[in-house]
Structures are given as structure tokens and as C-alpha cells.
């Protein structure tokens, strides 16, 4: 292994840059040339490759987003886009190749590394949803910030006694919306893993208020329905007030937490780590605090385990 590459990949996440940052300095301090590639797989096909030193990740730690950009493409997923990805990681002589990104991207990593460039895979996503890992790179920052929001509308609600429907990101994964839910002291939390009834959500929602409680808290992960729409069935069926608010890509930006920049940090080093024992096709993880890695077939085999336990504190301490 003489020369590594690192891109970033799908969604962008707050501590991508903490993670470009420690491959680029690990791979030096092991005497390896690195590259960066910008815009993902789509830059890669475009030839946009770079040499990277110290002092060109300087300044990183801190922001957001990612210095190498991120890009989706559709290319990539074809045979021939693959063929001419390796032929110009081979024109760069690069050998191992780190990928920043989530399950689709791993599953491109996956399929390069079968042409010959060893493939490395880092978690790097707001949404949590890659079992094999207890923490996704930029989950613990999405979370603060949709935890803000959720202080700030409770502000408001508990001032006009309104109930406030809060959607966060997540895609199919309930994550987000369960951890800060939680945090916040939400009233009700609604994700796709189990679903809701609205009869029984507007029950609650009136109980309660019988009970003296001056707002009403719901944190919705989208994939199971919008805030506005829902917003509108409550004030229909308890005649109360209720507003909408969507976080959107809010949720996406922002300088990253300590736990992220630690996490970021401690996955990029393991990946160069694995890249020089020739370790090829794998991704790294987190379990009970230790940095693991793990095949990326069995890694995306993993299957989704929802936080029952969580969601239970949180139902029982909301009421
Ligand atoms: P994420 O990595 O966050 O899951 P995407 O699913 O959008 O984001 O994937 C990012 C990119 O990874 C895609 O635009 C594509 O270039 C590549 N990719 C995704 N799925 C595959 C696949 N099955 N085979 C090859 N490349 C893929
Ligand atoms: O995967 C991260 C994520 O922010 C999801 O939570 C959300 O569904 C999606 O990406 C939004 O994607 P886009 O960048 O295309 O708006």
C-alpha cells in the first residue's frame, strides 16, 4: 500500500471533515500519499483528484459539511462506471480507497474493492441507521440540534398552550426522532418502527391537558406521514391548537458535537490502520465504545434493531 484515496459519499453529515482530516494525517504519519477525491463516485469518474497534505486539512475539525463535497451518482452503479472508476484509481495509483458514506455508498466500496482497490468503509450519516454500528458519524450533532428546536418550541407552546408537531429526518429509521424525543421530553414520539393510531395520539393529547399540562410535544420522524397534515388532524379531532414545524436540513449542517469529532477521529485512524494490514472490504464500527470493523456484506446484513428500551423510558417519564 503506497497510495490511499478518500471521498465522501450520499447524504453529507456533520464530522465528515473530522474523519477526511484523520485518514489524511494517519496516512502520512504512515508514509502513505494521499488523495482526495471531490463530489463523491461522481467525481471520481470525473478524474476530480487531488494530493493532500497536513496542512490542507487544517482548520477542518470544527465545521460542517464536507471539504471534498458529496454528490450521488448514477453511474457508479453500473458495471462500466465501476470499470472506469478503477481504471482512474489506477492512473492515480491508489491502492485503498476510504469511503464516507452510508449503506448505498458502502455498497458501491463493496463492489470496487472486487476489481482490486481495497475499500474501506466509514459510517457517515445523520440518521443512525446502520445496525452493525451503535453510532453513525453525525447522528450525536443532528440530534443537539433537533433537541434545540424541540427547547424553542416548547417555549412557544407551553405560552399559547398549543400542541407542537415536530418532524425530523431519518428515513426509515426512528433514531433521530427517538433520541431527541427523549432528551426533550417530548409528549409523544412517533416512528416508523412502530407506527400510531391517531385516535389514541389524540386521546393522550387530551388527557394530557386534563391533567395540567400546558403543551404538547410530538416528535414525528418523517417516512410515516407529514407534520402539517397531522397538525391539522389533532386541532380536527381535540379542537386544539396546533402548529407544524419541519427541521428539514437544518438537521444536516452545523459544527460538529465533541462525540462526533471523537467518533470521526477514531474511524478515520482505524481506517488507514486497516488499509496498511492490506485489510480490504470492510467498514468500521462502534460497539460499547470500542472501534470495530466488520465485513461489508455481513456489516449491511445486520438487521435493523429498533431501541425498544429507550422508547419505553420515554412513554413512561412523558406522561
Ligand atoms: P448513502 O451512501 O448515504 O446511503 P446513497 O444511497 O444515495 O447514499 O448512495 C450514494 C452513492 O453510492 C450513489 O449515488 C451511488 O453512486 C453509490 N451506490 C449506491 N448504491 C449502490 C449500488 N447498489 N451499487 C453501486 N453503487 C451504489
Ligand atoms: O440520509 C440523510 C438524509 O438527511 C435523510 O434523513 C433524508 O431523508 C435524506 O437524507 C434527504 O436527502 P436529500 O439530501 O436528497 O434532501
Do not use: W
Request: aromatic residues 4%; glycine residues 12%; hydrophobic residues 40%.
Amino acid at each position: 500500500m503506497r497510495t490511499i484515496a478518500v471521498l465522501t459519499s450520499g447524504g453529507d453529515a456533520p464530522g465528515m471533515n473530522a474523519a477526511i482530516r484523520a485518514v489524511v494525517r494517519t496516512g502520512l504519519d504512515k508514509d502513505l500519499e494521499v488523495m482526495g477525491i471531490q463530489r463523491g463516485y461522481s467525481g471520481l469518474l470525473n478524474g476530480e483528484i487531488f494530493r493532500m497534505d497536513r496542512r490542507s486539512v487544517a482548520d477542518i475539525i470544527q465545521r460542517g459539511g464536507t471539504m471534498l463535497r458529496t454528490a450521488r451518482c448514477e453511474e457508479f452503479k453500473t458495471e462500466a462506471g465501476r470499470k472506469k472508476a478503477y481504471n482512474i484509481l489506477k492512473t492515480f495509483r491508489v491502492d485503498g480507497l476510504v469511503v464516507i458514506g452510508g449503506d448505498g455508498s458502502f455498497r458501491g466500496a463493496q463492489l470496487l474493492s472486487k476489481l482490486g482497490i481495497a475499500t474501506i468503509g466509514l459510517p457517515g450519516t445523520i440518521d443512525n441507521d446502520l445496525p452493525y454500528t451503535d453510532y453513525t458519524i453525525g447522528f450525536d450533532t443532528a440530534i443537539n440540534t433537533v433537541l434545540d428546536a424541540i427547547n424553542k418550541l416548547r417555549d412557544t407552546s407551553t405560552s399559547h398552550e398549543r400542541v407542537s408537531v415536530i418532524e425530523v429526518m431519518g428515513r426509515n429509521c426512528g433514531d433521530i426522532a427517538l433520541y431527541s424525543g427523549l432528551a426533550g421530553g417530548a409528549e409523544s414520539i412517533i416512528v416508523p418502527e412502530k407506527g400510531y393510531d391517531q385516535n389514541t395520539l389524540c386521546r393522550t393529547i387530551l388527557e394530557g391537558k386534563m391533567r395540567g399540562k400546558m403543551h404538547n410535544l410530538i416528535v414525528l420522524a418523517e417516512g410515516i406521514g407529514g407534520a402539517e397534515e397531522l397538525a391539522k388532524k389533532i386541532e380536527e379531532i381535540t379542537g386544539m391548537e396546533a402548529r407544524a414545524t419541519k427541521l428539514g436540513h437544518i438537521q444536516r449542517g452545523g459544527s460538529p458535537t465533541c462525540m462526533d469529532r471523537i467518533l470521526a477521529s477514531r474511524m478515520g485512524y482505524k481506517a488507514v490502520e486497516l488499509l496498511s494490514q492490506g485489510k480490504s472490504s470492510r467498514v468500521v464500527g462502534i460497539n460499547g465504545g470500542k472501534i470495530v470493523d466488520m465485513d461489508i456484506d455481513e456489516a449491511l446484513a445486520v438487521p435493523r434493531k429498533f431501541n425498544v428500551e429507550l422508547y419505553k423510558v420515554a412513554n413512561v417519564l412523558s406522561y
